[in-house]
């Protein structure tokens, strides 16, 4: 029934204690001719499913004349079938587990494709994906219910809706709270992703309400890219006992300038094993952050280090000292612009670093790169800096 009407018959007593005659209005209106139930479902209001519902006809012998979507929504199976996956999908993206039963009740013995748990997949709806789960297809060569007999059912081939994807967005956006809140499982695996995104994220008080019994946050802080997370593991000892454990740290703290616990880090296993490749390759990655996060006391002690001699050695390449020059233009970082002339002139690629200077916006590298490099007409020109500005 319409609210709009039962608001309108309120200030009629005599009307007002009919509720038929809400009803009846209701119906006399009638919903629009051409509002499917997919689009209803857009809506949130299973009133206004169950009034289009109500209103269809389920023969059609019955159906009225003119054109209406209520011809055909029950009284044609091909339509059916259809607005049954439609209005699935629809439920399903907004994350809605109570319409998406509506729908699995109402709608006997059709079938929808896996695709309708696409958007809550992305959306890390886990109830809803749970609910599609629970009315999953038998499967291939068992007969299904034939149309008019039994609920709904969706095709789905895994046995397991919930990857690692769902459950990080999951995590992110609240999801999670409200699955588990509900009472449903979580499986040693999801958790085990669940924790490590939440402190990836820095949500280390719901990282610890989703410990196991008797289970630990350093357990699952093996690649937490958060500087909190590897103070933690730094002051209980964990990058002592773990020389891996310990360089997967670099990159991070020198994309954050924190030049006083990476002097720790390495100083936990210094010297360095030369014949750890782990250390050499985790260093030149912590010089190209340190250098396009503008951070030049750490990439200076970076670059001074023994082991940064030898990273250095492989950024020296044409292709990489370009890159790193260009991003640093690009953000601005005139610091480390300077550090890397130094180190090798002809490497640094002045062309696309004003290139990238100018659409970046970034005023102070465009100056030093002036000052520090001739430009001729012809390749002003192709700069186009007032195009790229704009």
Request: hydrophobic share 40%.
């Amino acid at each position: 029934m319409l609210t709009v009407v039962k608001l309108a018959l309120c200030h009629h007593q005599v009307n007002a204690a009919l509720e038929q005659s809400t009803r009846a209005i209701s119906n006399f209106l009638g919903p629009s001719p051409f509002l499917s139930l997919s689009d209803a479902c857009k809506f949130g209001s299973i009133a206004l499913l169950e009034w289009i519902w109500d209103s269809s006809c389920t023969r059609a012998v019955d159906r009225t004349p003119g054109w209406s979507l209520t011809n055909f929504l029950r009284s044609d199976p091909h339509y059916h079938n259809w607005q049954f996956a439609k209005s699935l999908e629809a439920a399903a993206s907004r994350g809605d587990v109570r319409m998406i039963e509506w729908i699995f009740a109402h709608f006997s013995g059709c079938e929808a494709p896996e695709a309708v748990a696409k958007r809550a997949e992305e959306n890390g709806y886990l109830r809803v994906l749970c609910c599609l789960m629970a009315h999953r297809s038998p499967p291939r060569g068992q007969s299904g219910d034939p149309f008019g007999q039994g609920e709904g059912t969706v095709r789905i081939r895994t046995t397991n809706l919930l990857s690692a994807a769902v459950i990080k967005k999951a995590t992110e956006n609240g999801q999670l709270v409200e699955y588990l809140s509900a009472g449903l499982p979580l499986e040693k695996y999801a958790r085990g992703v669940a924790i490590k995104h939440a402190l990836s994220l820095g949500d280390f008080h719901f990282a610890e309400q989703l410990l196991p019994s008797g289970g630990c946050l350093l357990d699952y802080a093996a690649g937490c890219p958060r500087v909190g997370m590897i103070e933690w593991m730094l002051d209980c000892g964990y990058l002592r006992r773990d020389e891996e454990l310990a360089a997967s740290t670099l990159p991070e703290l020198a994309r954050t300038g924190r030049l006083d616990l990476a002097q720790q880090v390495v100083l936990l296993h210094s010297p360095l094993r030369h014949e750890s490749r782990n250390w050499s390759t985790l260093w030149v990655r912590a010089l190209f952050e340190a250098g396009t996060c503008g951070h030049i006391l750490m990439l200076q002690w970076l670059a001074e280090h023994h082991e940064g001699r030898e990273a250095l050695g492989e950024l020296s390449t044409e292709s990489s000292m370009m890159n790193w020059f260009c991003v640093a233009a690009k953000r601005g970082h005139v610091e480390t612009m300077d550090y890397l002339y130094k180190l090798g002139p002809t490497a640094c690629a002045f062309g696309n670093a004003m290139i990238a200077a100018v659409e970046g916006g970034q005023t102070s590298s465009v100056k030093w790169l002036l000052s520090n490099h001739v430009y001729d007409v012809n390749s002003m020109k192709g700069i186009r800096a007032i195009d790229r500005s704009a």
